[in-house]
C-alpha cells in the first residue's frame, strides 16, 4: 500500500473520533507487515488523563489482532502535517522501533519521518529487564 493509500485511510476514519471536549478529531492508519491496515482515532474522557490519541488506537488494535510487525503510519488532523504527541513517539517506538510516520493534511498533502528521527535518544528497558526474561 502506498502512502497516499495510507493517509486516505486515516483522512476517512478521522470523522469517527470522539472528541467533544478539544473538537480536534484525528485519524491515523496503521500498515502492518502482513499487507493489513488498522485504523485508530481520538477517544476523549470527561476524566482529565483518561483519553487516547488515534496513534494509539490504531496500534493497541492491531496488537489486539495479533499483529506484532508494523511499517508505517499515517496520521492526519486539522492542521497540515500531524505531527504525532510525544507520549504516542514513546508508544510507538517500543513496538515499532523502525516505523515510518507520514504526517498528513485533510487535503492529502504529507510528509515522512522516521519515529527514530521523531524520537532521538529514545528511552528503552535493557533487554535483561524486561518481564520476558524474569
Ligand atoms: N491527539 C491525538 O489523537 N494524537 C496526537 O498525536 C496528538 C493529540 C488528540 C488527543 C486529544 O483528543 C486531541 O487530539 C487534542 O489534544
Do not use: W
Request: charged share 20%; glycine share 6%; with cysteine.
Amino acid at each position: 500500500m502506498d502512502d497516499k493509500d495510507l493517509l486516505e485511510a486515516a483522512i476517512a476514519v478521522r470523522k469517527y473520533a470522539y472528541c467533544p471536549y478539544s473538537h480536534f478529531p484525528v485519524g491515523a492508519a496503521l500498515l502492518c507487515d502482513d499487507g493489513t491496515v488498522y485504523c485508530g482515532v481520538n477517544v476523549e474522557n470527561a476524566v482529565n488523563g483518561l483519553s487516547l490519541c488515534a496513534e494509539q488506537v490504531a496500534l493497541f488494535t492491531a496488537i489486539s489482532a495479533g499483529k506484532r510487525k508494523f511499517v508505517k503510519m499515517a496520521v492526519v488532523c486539522a492542521s497540515d502535517y500531524c505531527r504525532p504527541c510525544g507520549a504516542c513517539r514513546q508508544v510507538l517506538y517500543e513496538h515499532a522501533p523502525e516505523l515510518v510516520i507520514i504526517m498528513g493534511s485533510p487535503t492529502g498533502k504529507l510528509i515522512k519521518r522516521s519515529i527514530r528521527d521523531l524520537l532521538p535518544d529514545s528511552f528503552s528497558l535493557p533487554r535483561a529487564m524486561t518481564t520476558d526474561n524474569i
